[in-house]
């Protein structure tokens, strides 16, 4: 029983070690004060255009180009529209600028079928290059009237996307614990696992968050206003000694 008991703290201290930061920068002066405060992946988007608003082709380039190349970098295809059409042009070119993950936000998808074609015209665009597809979808669903979240694991794992994440669309100051409770995270993260799929959240999550995030046990957990100076997403940058410390935090889980 002893020896059980000890197993079990060791593979949850591995659990938590393992857990990757994700920040989100939006020019090379951020993306360099996340890197140098301990941020494993650089995920470049613009605040401007929403909860994963797009940037554009050059900064993600200029990023790309100024970080080391051990740090791994995602940039956002937008709070989408459900156009097919218009999302597997946007994913071949992010593609194309080599960055690690294409996050595509299915904002305006409605249902599992809608779902389904949009991963599957992404996933073609992109076929034959070393990209990771993310499928994000919104703590607060039926507020936006989008697909629920609990339906993108399926869809992934059919289509052969590697991350799906939760974020929030409405940006009120509200978190994703406002939306969604531990408990529904946890099924969500507990599903996504059991097919093999990489696990992100974000949200508004603050840092007295961080200790039930490293519990639900995602791959991921994503912020920009937290380290945000004055914790403000648009008009704040990201400071490194801010950081530091959400990584600090995620280190003594």
């Known amino acids: 029983m002893v020896v059980i008991l000890l197993l079990r703290f060791i593979f949850l201290k591995v659990k ?14 951020e993306a360099t004060a996340a890197v140098l405060g301990g941020a494993d992946i650089i995920d470049v988007k613009n605040p401007a255009e929403g909860s994963l608003g797009a ?5 993600i380039r200029e990023i790309k180009n100024a970080i080391p190349q051990e740090i791994e970098i ?15 042009i946007a994913a071949f070119g992010l593609a194309n600028l080599g960055v690690d993950y294409i996050k595509a936000g299915f904002f305006g998808v409605k249902n599992k079928e809608q779902g389904e074609d949009m991963a599957e015209k992404i996933l073609q665009a992109v076929e034959g290059f070393d990209v990771k597809v993310v499928l994000s979808g919104y703590a607060d ?5 989008s697909i629920s979240p609990f339906l993108l694991p399926g869809i992934a794992a059919d289509s052969g996307a590697d991350v799906v994440m939760i974020d929030t669309a ?40 961080i200790k039930t995030i490293g ?28 950081v530091k410390e959400l990584k600090n935090r995620i280190r003594d889980l």
């Open 16 to 29: 938590y070690v393992l857990m990757k930061l994700l920040i989100s920068p939006i020019n090379v002066k």
């Open 55 to 59: 940037n554009f082709p050059w900064v």
């Open 74 to 88: 995602s940039a956002t295809l937008g709070d989408l529209d459900y156009k097919p059409g218009t999302a597997s």
């Open 141 to 145: 669903y039926d507020k936006i009237g």
């Open 170 to 209: 409405t940006k009120d100051g509200r978190t994703l614990f406002d939306y969604m409770g531990a408990d529904d995270l946890s099924r969500f993260v507990n599903k996504s696992h059991d097919l093999n799929l990489t696990v992100a959240l974000a949200g508004s999550i603050k840092l007295d968050d």
């Open 215 to 242: 519990e639900i046990n995602p791959d991921i957990v994503g912020v920009r206003g937290l380290v945000c100076s004055g914790g403000d997403r648009k008009k704040g940058e990201i400071v490194e000694g801010k």
